[in-house]
């Protein structure tokens, strides 16, 4: 009956995995024999545990990631052009932390979007708030907080982000009012948040994209000297996932 009240107390006080880890100590007698500091060492860790994985379901659920990656599965054998302690030092997310920016470009199809992805999910098992997002959808979105008189409210939205991941830019041409939106949010998370960026464009034709030269000149000068750069080269990965056509197709 006692450590029945006590668990629900710990429910009570919204500590369910001590509550958790208590229930299973008393179902165990092997438990009986352990020091009293373990036991309760164990039954804070399993709070702990049990509060990271939630804060991580939430992140996760929040960074909209379109695909599942992992930094421990990046693929240092095919050749990419990767280089692996750089990539290990970007695995830090110390970067992040400091307020950086990163562009990856590269042809299609060389996972630049997985890459992305895996380095996002990173921040997320590190506490950091992150969003995917791509370009295109993006500018739309901003687009239409302009049309409803919300567009900085949309940018303190966007800002709130540790790491923004902007995929996909260079895609679509953007139109003179898309392009200064973009130096509005480049700016806004310039020294605040870091920022990450994938490309099938080389960064060295970026400017061209842009009709407005006087707003190009403002975001390259924000984005490269502020910016890490991982160039992936090679033959699209999708090309080499793809099955054998059947025999007669």
């Known amino acids: 009956m006692m450590n029945n009240n006590t668990i629900e107390k710990l429910l009570d006080l919204k500590l369910g995995g001590m509550a958790e880890e208590l229930q299973r100590q008393i179902s165990n007698p092997a438990y009986q024999d352990l020091p009293f500091e373990q036991r309760i060492r164990s039954i804070v860790d399993h709070e702990v545990t049990v509060r990271d994985n939630r804060r991580l379901t939430v992140l996760l659920r929040r960074a909209h990631f379109p695909v599942e990656a992992s930094v421990e599965d990046i693929d240092y054998q095919t050749s990419r052009g990767m280089d692996t302690a750089q990539m290990l030092s970007l695995a830090s997310i110390n970067w992040v932390r400091e307020k950086n920016n990163l562009v990856i470009t590269g042809p299609a199809g060389t996972g630049k979007t997985w890459l992305a992805c895996a380095i996002g999910y990173q921040a997320c098992r590190m506490g950091l708030y992150s969003l995917f997002v791509r370009v295109p959808i993006l500018m739309e979105q901003l687009t239409s907080s302009r049309a409803?008189?919300?567009?900085?409210?949309?940018?303190?939205?966007?800002?709130?982000?540790?790491?923004?991941?902007?995929?996909?830019?260079?895609?679509?041409?953007?139109?003179?009012?898309?392009?200064?939106?973009?130096?509005?949010?480049?700016?806004?998370?310039?020294?605040?948040?870091?920022?990450?960026?994938?490309?099938?464009?080389?960064?060295?034709?970026?400017?061209?994209?842009?009709?407005?030269?006087?707003?190009?000149?403002?975001?390259?000068?924000?984005?490269?000297?502020?910016?890490?750069?991982?160039?992936?080269?090679?033959?699209?990965?999708?090309?080499?996932?793809?099955?054998?056509?059947?025999l007669g197709g």
């Not at 409210?153 to 392009?179: C, P, V």
């Not at 806004?188 to 006087?214: C, Y």
């Open 148 to 246: 409803t008189n919300a567009f900085l409210h949309r940018l303190a939205y966007l800002k709130k982000f540790d790491l923004l991941i902007l995929d996909d830019w260079g895609i679509e041409s953007l139109s003179r009012r898309a392009q200064n939106d973009l130096l509005e949010l480049i700016d806004s998370r310039l020294d605040n948040k870091a920022t990450l960026i994938t490309s099938q464009m080389p960064m060295s034709v970026w400017h061209d994209g842009f009709e407005n030269k006087t707003i190009a000149d403002a975001v390259m000068d924000r984005i490269i000297n502020s910016s890490y750069h991982v160039q992936l080269k090679g033959e699209s990965l999708r090309k080499k996932r793809r099955p054998l056509a059947k």
